[in-house]
C-alpha cells in the first residue's frame, strides 16, 4: 500500500471516529454539548475524514442525510460501505489505493466525484450518477484510450480530469476525448477552445460519430507512427539508461547519505556502487535496443507485405479494366458498323453482360484483397504481441533488471551501509575511532534512531526511482 509512512497502522471508520469528526465541525460553543449528549446524525451534512489512515470504510449508514463526503489522503482499498447515503452530492476519494471503481450505485444525486491519484485501471459501474457534473479519475493506471467512451453515458458531465494517466501522452489525447464528450466544457483544468469543439463536431453531419472516431482513430495510429522518427533510445522505451542518469537520479534528492563517504570503508563502497549500477542499466539499454530493432523489423516487414498486396490489387484491377475496355470498343465499333439491327442488338446484349463480368470481378478482387490485408493484420498483430510482451515480462521479471540486479544492488549497498555505519558508531562509542568527523557526519552518528532513519529513507528514494523507471518502460510499451 503506497500511501503509508512509518509506522502508523491502518484504521477502519468507527463510532468514535465519526463522533471525533463531527465534534470538529461543531462551533466552539457547540462542542461541549455535542461531547456530553448524543448527537443527532440526522442533521449532519458534511463529514471530513481526511488524512486519518483509514483502510475500511464502515459505520457511516447512521449518516443517511450527508451531502458531502471527504475521504482522501487515506489507504482505502475498495470502496464499500457507502449504499445508505443516497444524498450524497460530493464525494472525495483521491490519494488513495482504491483499483476498482464500485459501490456507487445508489448514489445518485452524486454530481462531484474525485477519484484522483488511486489505482485504477478501468473506467466502469458509474452508470447510474446521471447527475454527475464534475468527475476527476486523474493519475491512475488508465491505459486504454477508447475506454473514454463510455463515459458518453453521463449526459451532464462537463468537468474531466484525466491528467496524469498513461493514456494522455498519446499525440491526439484531447482530440479523441473531446470528440466523444461533445458536452464538455472543462478538460484537464482547461476550458476547451471554442474553434475546436466547432470543428469536431461539424464533422458528424448526416453519420453521427462514426466520422469522428474513425479520424480519430486514425490520428492516434499516425501520432504513433511518427513518434517512430524520434530518438532511437526513447522509442526503445529505454531512455536515461544509457550511462549514469538513473544513478545520478538516485541522489538527486538523496544528500544526507553522501555526508557518510568520510566513514571508514564506506568510501570505498559509495565510489565501487555506480560502477555496478551503471553496468546493469547498460546492459537493460542494450537489450531494449535489441527488442527495438525486432518491433522496427516487424513494422517494416508489416508495411511491405501491405504495399505488396495493393500493388498487386492495382495491378489486377487495371488489368481487368483495360481488357474490358479494348472489348467494349471492338463492340461499339461492331455496333457501328453493323448491317442488321439484329447484330447490333447482339452487341449491346453482350455490352450488358460484360459490365456485369466487369463488376463481379472488381467485386471478388476486392474479397480477395480485403481477406489478405485482414490474414496480415492479423498476423502481425499476433507477432507484436509476442515480441512486446516478451519485453515486459522481462522487464518484469526474467530480465535482471528487476528480479536480481538493479533493486537487489540497491538492496545490498543498503544493508551493507547499514553494517559499517553501525560499526563506526560502536568504535565511536568506545572512543576507538582516531579521525576527526565533520560536523554534520557527527549529528548523522549522534544515535542509531537517526543513523537508521536517514539511511532508511534514502534506500526509500532509490527504489522508489528504480520502481518509477521500470514503470515508465512497461506503460510506454504498452501504449505502444
Known amino acids: 500500500m503506497s500511501q503509508f509512512f512509518g509506522n502508523v497502522e491502518p484504521n477502519v471508520i468507527d463510532d468514535e471516529m465519526v463522533q471525533k469528526a463531527i465534534e470538529e465541525k461543531f462551533p466552539e460553543d457547540l462542542g461541549d454539548l455535542a461531547r456530553r449528549e448524543n448527537i443527532n446524525f440526522q ?3 458534511e463529514l471530513q475524514l481526511s488524512f486519518k489512515s483509514i483502510l475500511q470504510i464502515d459505520n457511516l449508514w447512521p449518516l443517511e442525510n450527508l451531502t458531502k463526503l471527504q475521504l482522501d489522503n487515506n489507504v482505502i482499498e475498495k470502496i464499500e460501505g457507502l449504499e445508505s447515503l443516497v444524498h450524497l452530492v460530493w464525494l472525495d476519494l483521491s490519494f488513495n489505493n482504491i483499483e476498482v471503481i464500485e459501490g456507487l450505485d445508489t448514489l445518485v444525486k452524486l454530481q462531484d466525484l474525485s477519484l484522483y491519484s488511486n489505482r485504477i485501471s478501468k473506467i466502469e459501474h458509474i452508470d447510474t450518477l446521471q447527475e454527475l457534473q464534475i468527475f476527476s479519475i486523474g493519475k491512475n493506471n488508465l491505459t486504454i484510450l477508447e475506454d473514454v467512451v463510455y463515459l458518453r453515458r453521463l449526459k451532464n458531465l462537463q468537468t474531466l480530469n484525466l491528467s496524469g494517466n498513461p493514456f494522455c501522452n498519446f499525440e491526439h489525447y484531447t482530440l479523441f476525448v473531446v470528440a466523444h464528450l461533445p458536452s464538455l466544457v472543462y478538460l484537464d483544468f482547461k476550458l476547451l477552445r471554442d474553434s475546436t469543439v466547432r470543428f469536431l463536431h461539424s464533422l458528424t453531419g448526416k ?14 495510429e499516425a501520432g504513433s507512427l511518427q513518434k517512430s522518427g524520434s530518438q532511437k533510445h526513447t522509442t526503445a522505451f ?29 568510501e570505498d563502497l559509495l565510489q565501487a556502487y555506480p560502477s555496478w549500477f551503471v553496468s546493469v542499466c547498460e546492459n537493460l539499454y542494450n537489450y531494449g535496443l535489441e527488442e527495438y530493432e525486432k518491433r522496427e523489423a516487424e513494422v517494416s516487414k508489416f508495411y511491405k507485405r501491405f ?15 483495360s481488357d474490358f475496355e479494348n472489348q467494349n470498343q471492338r463492340r461499339l465499333d461492331e455496333i457501328y458498323h453493323a448491317r442488321s439491327g439484329d447484330i447490333a442488338e447482339s452487341k449491346r446484349a453482350e455490352g450488358k453482360e460484360g459490365i ?25 498483430k499476433r507477432s507484436i504481441d509476442v515480441i ?3 519485453f515486459m515480462e522481462n522487464i518484469q521479471g526474467i530480465y535482471p533488471f528487476h528480479s536480481i540486479q538493479c533493486r ?16 563506526v558508531l560502536e568504535k565511536l562509542d568506545k572512543d576507538e575511532v582516531e579521525e576527526d568527523f565533520p560536523d554534520d557526519v557527527r549529528k548523522l552518528l549522534v544515535d542509531k534512531d537517526t543513523i537508521v532513519n536517514t539511511i532508511n529513507m534514502s534506500h526509500s528514494i532509490h527504489l ?4 518509477k523507471r521500470e514503470s515508465d518502460m512497461l506503460c510506454n510499451t504498452y501504449q505502444w
Open 307 to 321: 504495399h505488396e498486396i495493393l500493388t498487386v490489387n492495382q495491378q489486377e484491377s487495371k488489368r481487368i479494366i
Open 207 to 220: 453519420s453521427g460519430n462514426s466520422i469522428l472516431q474513425s479520424l480519430c482513430f486514425v490520428a492516434l
Open 43 to 45: 442533521v449532519v451534512t
Open 408 to 423: 537487489d544492488l540497491e538492496n545490498q549497498h543498503h544493508e551493507k551501509l547499514m553494517e559499517m555505519t553501525f560499526a
Open 388 to 390: 512486446a510482451s516478451t
Open 464 to 467: 522508489r526511482k528504480i520502481d
Open 356 to 380: 456485369l463480368h466487369l463488376w463481379d470481378a472488381l467485386m471478388t478482387l476486392e474479397a480477395l484483397v480485403s481477406n489478405d490485408l485482414e490474414e496480415l493484420l492479423q498476423d502481425f
Open 238 to 266: 529505454v531512455e536515461y539508461l544509457n550511462g549514469s542518469f538513473l544513478f545520478d537520479s538516485l541522489y538527486a534528492e538523496d544528500t544526507e547519505v553522501a555526508k557518510l563517504a568520510s566513514l571508514p570503508e564506506v
